[in-house]
């Protein structure tokens, strides 16, 4: 199955020979394909004359002279072609009585790009020019360097390109980022660039590189969200939960990064025995859930304290149960949802005890 990248450069290669297989000699075409990919090389005269006992070479002579192909009368030859193509280039036999000379180059590579010449020897010599650009276009890679509440450093590679692209950092609009100057360095044809930009908290907080190789008509990118650093916020607590001695208290710490620690502590600091945390995260963001069970204090005051230690940050709420909701309600249990944070807690304690003393009366 190909990718949606692939078959673009199928489909434009394809538009192109099928415009220009077919011309006159000193005409010039261009062929782009995907590295990787089959380059058919077109040579053909639109009058069709038959080729099959007649001469043709295949020569590419830019930016380096090299045996490509030769076809003499029936016989196609392999002697003084160049290593670099042997094994990986052949001709059309059953397209020959139609005058297609084209030749294909198999695996095509990067360093295959370049002038081409078609030289057909009928009555006397015709000569063809054929432009191959063989394009890399891997996507770019995406690193974040550095984080913090409300800034990231990011990084973003493009590695082994061909043509040189270039490559910009986007915001979710497409908006273009201001970045610092690209690191270039190549090796034969390939490029290797790298561009740094600093982004601040969005909307989206998403960002986007782009590579662009205007040459070939290719345009590839990547995206990222960045999870910046989120303080938590104030707990959300409440009263969950109320059976004969005993209150279940419920907190909820939601959107935090990085993860905090959630716990139910008592009055003086202690910390109490919790179920399991229900966590669940999105795009770098946790909610997490603590339950506990409380029985009775001198101060009946307890705390849901949420420790992020990455960002040094400690947030807390407490609730304070009032002295009837531990009376026993003769095994009736009374369950409630019932969540606040500040002094909106006090309010629906109260609303909740007048609850509990109805059900149990």
């Known amino acids: 199955m190909l990718s949606a990248p692939e078959c673009l450069w199928l489909c434009l290669a394809a538009l192109i020979l099928s415009a220009s297989a077919e011309g006159e000699p000193g005409s010039r075409i261009k062929v782009v394909v995907l590295e990787g990919s089959d380059a058919v090389l077109p040579c053909s005269l639109s009058t069709k004359e038959k080729t099959e006992q007649k ?190 001695y005993r209150v279940q208290l419920r907190c909820e710490v939601r959107g935090a990064s990085p993860k905090p620690r959630v716990e139910w502590r008592d009055s003086h600091g202690n910390i109490l025995p919790a179920e399991q945390p229900q966590v669940s995260h999105r795009d770098g963001r946790y909610d997490i859930t603590l339950l506990t069970t409380v029985t009775r204090t001198n101060t009946n005051i307890f705390h849901c304290v949420a420790t992020q230690e990455e960002i040094s940050h400690v947030t807390e709420e407490e609730i304070h149960v009032p002295d009837q909701l531990f009376e026993s309600c003769d095994g009736v249990g009374v369950i409630v949802s019932v969540f606040a944070s500040g002094f909106s807690v006090t309010v629906f304690a109260s609303l909740l005890l007048f609850s509990a003393c109805i059900k149990c009366c």
């Open 55 to 244: 001469l043709f070479n295949w020569k590419k002579v830019d930016p380096n002279k090299q045996e490509v192909f030769r076809y003499d009368g029936g016989n196609h030859y392999n002697d003084g072609q160049d290593e670099h193509f042997r094994g990986r280039v052949s001709h059309f036999p059953l397209e020959l009585q139609s005058g297609n000379a084209s030749i294909i180059i198999k695996n095509t590579l990067v360093p295959d790009s370049g002038n081409y010449t078609c030289d057909l020897f009928l009555q006397k010599k015709q000569a063809f020019s054929i432009e191959l650009v063989v394009g890399a276009a891997p996507k770019p890679l995406i690193h974040v360097l550095k984080i913090t509440e409300d800034e990231a450093r990011l990084k973003c590679e493009v590695r082994g390109a061909f043509p040189k692209p270039k490559v910009e950092w986007r915001d979710g609009d497409g908006n273009i980022l201001p970045a610092e100057e690209p690191q270039v360095s190549h090796t034969g044809e390939r490029y290797n660039i790298t561009l740094l930009t600093t982004v601040t908290r969005t909307n989206s907080s998403l960002f986007h590189c782009v590579a662009t190789q205007e040459e070939i008509g290719h345009v590839t990118e990547d995206k990222l969200y960045v999870a910046f650093s989120g303080a938590a916020l104030k707990p959300f607590v409440g009263i969950l939960n109320i059976t004969e």
